[in-house]
């Protein structure tokens, strides 16, 4: 066999072994194969963390990536074919249970509310006591494993007592509607905590006893995203556009800080401090709590 001949049949082993490895990889339950950038043609709708297992969850409107590297490397997380093509608008990590995982919760149009307890493996549609499927934005209570809130336009937000098994209307959510929204377990509430809620007229907020929404500061601007440092909880993000703005009292006053850049599409914060941003192209940044500037991941 000459030198041209051993050539080609070491690139058809290799390409060989590489189908192969790919097509192992396919069939994990709701994993695709690793890659180093997920599909960027759609915009970014949602970024979650779970502690239990340092992994980070970014949503796009047809899809779901995991990263178990701080966001260098991501795998596809799979959803269920029977829902067709649904416009997913929202993810959320349930606080975990004494002894268990945190819930992974997404949620769109057409999807209604779907968990999974196995990091995105295999999923079950939670919707009973929903007017439809339709759902605009959705989070979990900041201390509460089982409670959950889906907010669907032209309805208002309901509330799960039960990891999403039934739903119950509990407010008709403030006016303008929401964008997005969070639980914090700051203190002063009536109840249990207080939501703060994104939307076109800037940020809102409300105990989660439903007492009425009134505005958190006087933004004014369009709200895409809200998020809180769980290790203070009156520590409150959001973002407009390319501006990313922090109040620490709660949403009394509000203050711009050092953004990325680009038009900014979710954020997410973990209990360590970590500040994570989506752009709406897909890229993804990190700031530690003490860091003065911003990493872009491989995203």
Not at 109 to 124: E, I, M, Q
Not at 224 to 234: E, F, H, K, T
Not at 256 to 261: L, R, T, V, Y
Not at 283 to 297: E, P, T
Request: charged letters at 25%; aromatic letters at 8%.
């Amino acid at each position: 066999m000459n030198e041209s001949s051993r050539c080609r049949r070491r690139f058809l082993l290799a390409g060989s072994r590489a189908a192969v490895a790919t097509a192992l990889l396919a069939r994990l339950p709701g994993l695709h194969a690793e890659q180093r950038r997920p599909d960027t043609s759609e915009t970014v709708v949602g970024l979650a963390f779970d502690p239990s297992a340092q992994a980070v969850y970014k949503a796009s409107e047809r899809a779901v990536h995991r990263s178990d590297d701080g966001g260098r490397v991501w795998s596809r997380v799979g959803l269920p074919k029977t829902l067709g093509e649904p416009t997913l608008a929202s993810i959320a990590v349930a606080t975990a249970a004494p002894a268990s995982k945190p819930a992974l919760y997404v949620a769109g149009h057409g999807a209604g509310v779907l968990r999974s307890d196995d990091g995105g493996g295999t999923w079950v549609e939670r919707n009973d006591g929903l007017p439809g499927t339709d759902v605009a934005a959705l989070t979990t209570h900041a201390d509460r494993p089982d409670t959950v809130y889906a907010y669907m336009k032209a309805h208002g937000i309901y509330r799960s007592e039960d990891a999403g098994r039934h739903w119950r209307l509990m407010d008709a959510g403030p006016r303008g509607g929401i964008t997005a929204f969070v639980h914090s377990n700051m203190p002063g509430s009536m109840q249990s905590g207080w939501f703060f809620a994104g939307g076109a007229q800037g940020v809102r907020r409300a105990m989660d006893c439903f007492c009425g929404w009134r505005d958190a500061g006087e933004l004014n601007r369009a709200i895409r995203a809200v998020a809180y440092d769980p290790r203070r909880p009156s520590e409150i993000y959001a973002a407009a556009k390319t501006e990313l703005l922090v109040s620490r009292d709660g949403g009394e006053t509000w203050s711009g800080i050092d953004a990325p850049g680009p038009a900014i599409a979710a954020l997410t914060v973990t209990p360590r401090g970590k500040v994570y941003v989506a752009s709406e192209d897909g890229g993804l940044y990190v700031r530690d709590a003490a860091a003065a500037s911003w990493k872009q991941l491989d995203a």
